[in-house]
């Protein structure tokens, strides 16, 4: 159980293009879940948490315009990457809080964005 | 201060041996506890939770809290080099509220 999955595990696209990321819970209801980002050697930076129905909270520093998160059911949260530059290059990795469990967050396999 | 530490490692262990691997926390009011294993080039991976003072054993892998010190640890008995990867601390405030994570400490497991 407590399967999260995450489409496309990696995409390349053109500078000034937009790339939408899906996160799926696939056995578990989830009210919240959350978007990081990792760059090579560093550590998890939570970019936003979102919750079903509302509007995503953005972390400090994180620009919601160009990062858009929509919490659309329990089962699915989207991120996209709008007018994508070189410096957007990542990893994209969601979790999502399964709301019959304490606070347990199970994380998705990742996207690997490639901006050209 | 971090809201929580870890030493970043590399923590080298041979093959066999006990790792221990550490993690402090700033905020007394933290609920719940977590380690994270990520292979390079993965995403992170639950092994164990922990929400009470003590130890909390689970196969190899043995969670222990103290939330007096504020300090949370793993202990991995048989180590294999397949645990080599980095383990994330995470700590929750309370239940509704996000996870913060450590920096990540690095094990290798000498063969």
């Known amino acids: 159980g407590a399967v999260v999955s995450q489409h496309p595990s990696w995409v390349i696209c053109k500078s000034g293009t937009s790339v939408k990321i899906e996160c799926r819970s696939l056995?578990?209801?989830?009210?919240?879940m959350f978007w990081y980002r990792q760059f090579p050697k560093q550590s998890l930076m939570l970019m936003a948490t979102?919750?079903?129905?509302?509007?995503?909270?953005?972390e400090q520093g994180v620009e919601k315009d160009k990062f858009l998160i929509n919490h659309a059911s329990l089962t699915l949260s989207t991120l996209t990457v709008t007018s994508a530059h070189p410096e957007d290059s990542s990893f994209y990795i969601c979790?999502?809080?399964?709301?019959?469990?304490?606070?347990?967050?199970?994380f998705g396999p990742g996207t690997r964005l490639t901006v050209t | 201060q971090k809201e929580v530490e870890q030493n970043s490692g590399p923590l080298s262990v041979p093959e066999g041996a006990i790792a221990s691997l550490n993690c402090t926390y700033s905020?007394?009011?933290?609920?719940?506890f977590f380690w994270y294993r990520q292979y390079s080039g993965k995403s992170p991976e639950l092994i164990m939770s922990?929400?009470?003072?003590g130890d909390k054993e689970d196969g190899r892998f043995t969670a222990q809290l103290n939330k007096a010190s504020q300090y949370v640890s793993l202990l991995i008995r048989d180590s294999q080099p397949s645990d080599s990867a980095t383990y994330l601390c995470?700590?929750?405030?309370?239940?509704?509220?996000?996870?913060?994570f450590g920096q990540g400490t690095e094990l290798s497991v000498k063969p």
């Open positions: 995470a700590v929750n405030k309370w239940q509704g509220g996000k996870l913060i």
């Open positions: 979790s999502a809080r399964d709301r019959s469990a304490s606070a347990k967050q199970y």
């Open positions: 056995d578990f209801q989830a009210t919240t």
């Open positions: 905020d007394r009011g933290s609920q719940s």
């Open positions: 922990i929400y009470s003072n």
């Open positions: 979102s919750n079903e129905g509302s509007k995503a909270t953005y």
